[in-house]
């Protein structure tokens, strides 16, 4: 799938190098990869932890619902290769009134709000559990990953 975002790039260039090694626990205040779309309406600052263990995608139309075109959709990609990259996290930004029409519909919400600006909800939306059979080093791995509650409110910069 072609992707919309002119970050990728950017991503491989800051450490999205391949590497399917486990990371070591990074300093909290260790910096990692910068995205953004290609708007420019925000960044994202990834945790250095997920060097070379993720990939940026994008959300297919259907996916993507009504949200604003460029959501990203962060994917860990597992150590075994016969399993499909699973979503470490997904950032959406919707117009204040599709936000709005998307909380009223029935069933949970696409994600979680975390801003609000110039008519716009940014969302962000984490794995409700951990994809891998239990033990497993993807498992292992992927709770290693995880963002905690602190570095989801760190995660954006609304421009």
């Given at each position: 799938m ?23 626990a ?16 925000y960044e ?6 997920w060097?070379g263990?993720?990939?940026v ?20 990609l597992?150590?075994?290769s016969?399993?499909r ?7 959406a ?10 909380r009223?519909?029935?069933g949970p919400?696409?994600?979680?709000s ?13 794995p409700q ?5 239990p ?14 509650p602190?570095e ?8």
């Open positions: 072609k992707s919309p975002i002119g970050a990728v790039l950017l991503a491989a260039s800051l450490g999205c190098d391949g590497s399917r090694e486990v990371p070591a990074a300093p909290p205040d260790r910096a990692g990869a910068v995205l953004a779309p290609a708007d420019g309406s994202l600052r990834l945790p250095a932890r060097a263990v993720y990939r995608d994008s959300l297919s139309t259907q996916e993507q619902g009504s949200a604003r075109p460029g959501a990203l959709n962060l994917l860990y597992p150590a075994d016969s399993i990259p699973q979503t470490l996290v997904v950032v930004v919707y117009d204040s009134a599709a936000w709005a029409a998307v009223a519909e029935a919400p696409p994600g979680d975390v801003a609000a600006r110039a008519g716009r909800v940014y969302i962000v939306a984490l559990s951990n994809p891998f059979a033990g497993s080093r993807d498992a292992v791995r992927f709770d290693l990953l995880g963002l905690r602190a989801v409110t760190a995660l954006g910069k609304i421009r």
